[in-house]
T-cell receptor, first 113, second 118 residues
Framework: GAGVSQSPSNKVTEKGKDVELRCDPI?????LYWYRQSLGQGLEFLIYFQGNSAPDKSGLPSDRFSAERTGGSVSTLTIQRTQQEDSAVYLCASSIGGGYGYTFGSGTRLTVV | AQKITQTQPGMFVQEKEAVTLDCTYD???????LFWYKQPSSGEMIFLIY??????QNATEGRYSLNFQKARKSANLVISASQLGDSAMYFCAMREPRRGGSNYKLTFGKGTLLTVNP
């Protein structure tokens, strides 16, 4: 596609439920990143995928968070047993290779009630 | 220790004037990249300008320029002739070299909220 597509754009969920957030990167971009932006804060790195290499999961805040990338393209970020502190905007970005020309999606605004 | 520091939570500027947004960074690697992004209220992250650590000249893109002072580890963004549409959150970010062949993530500062007054 022309840009990085994220869905849903907004998600309201009840505490304790699981949620899945989807990212469709720009075609041909081998690197994919997930970031979290809490209200009024900067972007917090969560996870990085590069081609077929093992993902860098060093930013995942707890074992309730996981992500996968199927076929080197679409990625899904899963949050299990959501908590109120998980409320944030989750941003996905992709780039050709790693390190240049990052393009961000519009984000998913997650609200846990 | 913070890798990227933006000391100005908020800035105000009059339309048509220039404004400088501060950014300092911390790294021991000689090879790195510095980025500025704009985030309007709509939430999208818009790439503005990039400076590589080995670039001899300061980067410029239209009304945006990056005042790169390597010895001071600062990479301030200068916006000339401010426009009302420049009102947004501005983030400085750094890309560090790959570690173990797998990591090119960006580390972001906390941002500066710029308000342009008519």
């Amino acid at each position: 596609g022309a840009g990085v597509s994220q869905s849903p754009s907004n998600k309201v969920t009840e505490k304790g439920k699981d949620v899945e957030l989807r990212c469709d990167p720009i075609s041909g971009h081998t690197a994919l990143y997930w970031y979290r932006q809490s209200l009024g804060q900067g972007l917090e790195f969560l996870i990085y995928f590069q081609g077929n290499s093992a993902p860098d999961k060093s930013g995942l805040p707890s074992d309730r968070f996981s992500a996968e990338r199927t076929g080197g393209s679409v990625s899904t970020l899963t949050i299990q047993r959501t908590q109120q502190e998980d409320s944030a905007v989750y941003l996905c970005a992709s780039s050709i290779g790693g390190g240049y020309g990052y393009t961000f999606g519009s984000g998913t605004r997650l609200t846990v009630v | 220790a913070q890798k990227i520091t933006q000391t100005q939570p908020g800035m105000f500027v009059q339309e048509k004037e220039a404004v400088t947004l501060d950014c300092t960074y911390d790294t021991s690697d000689p090879s790195y990249g510095l980025f500025w992004y704009k985030q309007p209220s709509s939430g999208e992250m818009i790439f503005l300008i990039y400076q590589g650590s080995y670039d001899q000249q300061n980067a410029t893109e239209g009304r945006y320029s990056l005042n790169f002072q390597k010895a001071r580890k600062s990479a301030n963004l200068v916006i000339s002739a401010s426009q009302l549409g420049d009102s947004a959150m501005y983030f400085c970010a750094m890309r560090e070299p790959r570690r173990g062949g797998s990591n090119y993530k960006l580390t972001f500062g906390k941002g500066t909220l710029l308000t342009v007054n008519p």
